[in-house]
């Protein structure tokens, strides 16, 4: 009897929390953080992640990938990992340049 009465609690405060929550506006926020965690890396961003200037070359680049990309799968976490990658898909899209067939 007492664990009905509390799961009916529970899912009272639950209801409740979502009714406060879309008052206030924080769903839509939550919402808003989320798409904003999910849009593409910026240049800025891939350089930082792989530790380059504008200056350096594809070379280079590729390199230093390598490199943060195996220790990861070693020693390291997939997240960082997955952010090593990312930065290096960004750059190929700024580094590749389109090809001229006659």
């Known amino acids: ?11 009272q405060a639950y209801r409740q929390a979502i009714v ?5 506006g924080a769903a839509q926020e939550a919402i808003n953080g989320i798409r904003r ?16 200037s504008e200056q350096s070359t594809w070379e280079e680049i590729v390199q230093k990938y390598d490199t ?10 997939f997240y960082l990992q997955s952010k090593v990658h990312r930065a290096k898909e960004c750059l190929e899209a700024v580094y590749q340049k389109p ?3 006659n």
Not at 1 to 11: E, F, K, L, Q
Not at 20 to 24: G, S
């Open 37 to 52: 965690a999910s849009k593409v890396m910026t240049e800025q961003e891939a350089r930082q992640i792989l530790g380059i």
């Open 99 to 101: 090809d001229v067939t």
């Open 20 to 24: 406060n929550a879309n008052k206030t």
């Open 1 to 11: 009897m007492g664990g009905a009465v509390v799961g009916r609690a529970v899912i």
């Open 68 to 77: 943060m990309f195996e220790r990861n799968a070693k020693n390291g976490s």
